[in-house]
């Protein structure tokens, strides 16, 4: 069975510091997929970045970079120079080959706090 | 380009009712989702749909729960007795493919009384 498993329920940062949010998995799956979203108050999902399982590099996109080590089962999303904006809800999420065929689950997330 | 499109935005109902909800993918998108978020929690997968074809529904409580896409474009998601367990945020997402990146509407939220 899959399962994801975010074990921050709440985390704080000052603002322009890094911060890392923690992600961990678990799948038998040969192949899948890992994501991370943004959901601010609003409530809309927001696509941050995606690592997929034969990835050799990690996976970059502007501020976010996902620290992905696939022998502990570990997708972090780590978020440079915080903004204020970036105040939100974080879901880790992955798309493996289940019965059904690129099911997707996801973590109860994680809430960030950036202070000014 | 425009964005997964959903509404309504707010529903309040008592329960016993029946409530639909609609959403309209991004243009070119065959892969259509439903989650159901309740407060608090991560999104979980309702049904996905590929064109006008079901790829999964193992989530979906088909005692109360319906949801189609006639035309492999927009769907509905049909609620029909309304529990008060069922408030939540409905979220729908679409994809180029299975494969693909979901990107997600902003959402139906629902408050069963």
């Known amino acids: 069975a899959q399962k994801i498993t975010q074990t921050q329920p709440g985390m704080f940062v000052q603002e322009k510091e890094a911060v890392t949010l923690d992600c961990t998995y678990d799948?038998?799956?040969?192949?899948?997929?890992l994501f991370w979203y943004k959901q601010p108050s609003s409530g809309e999902m927001i696509f941050l970045i995606y690592?997929?399982?034969?990835?050799?590099q990690n996976a970059t996109e502007g501020r976010y970079s996902l620290n992905f080590q696939k022998a502990r089962k570990s997708a972090n999303l780590v978020i440079s120079a915080s903004q204020l904006g970036d105040s939100a809800m974080y879901f880790c999420?992955?798309?493996?080959?289940?019965?059904?065929?690129?099911?997707?689950?996801f973590g109860a997330g994680t809430r960030l706090f950036v202070k000014a | 380009e425009a964005g997964v499109a959903q509404s309504p935005r707010y529903k309040i109902i008592e329960k016993r009712q029946s409530v639909a909800f609609w959403c309209n993918p991004i243009?070119?998108?065959?892969?259509l989702y439903w989650y159901q978020q309740i407060l608090g929690q991560g999104p979980k997968l309702l049904i996905q749909?590929?064109?006008?074809?079901?790829?999964?529904d193992s989530q979906l409580p088909k005692d109360r729960f319906s949801a189609e896409r006639l035309k492999g474009v927009d769907s509905t998601l049909k609620i029909q007795p309304a529990k008060l367990e069922d408030s939540a945020v409905y979220l729908c997402?679409?994809?180029?493919?299975?494969?693909?990146?979901?990107?997600f509407g902003p959402g139906t939220r629902l408050l069963v009384l």
């Open positions: 243009s070119g998108h065959a892969t």
């Open positions: 999420a992955m798309r493996g080959l289940g019965s059904g065929g690129f099911k997707t689950i």
């Open positions: 799948t038998s799956d040969p192949s899948y997929g």
């Open positions: 749909f590929q064109n006008n074809g079901v790829v999964d």
């Open positions: 997402a679409s994809s180029l493919s299975l494969a693909e990146t979901q990107y």
């Open positions: 690592q997929g399982s034969y990835d050799q």
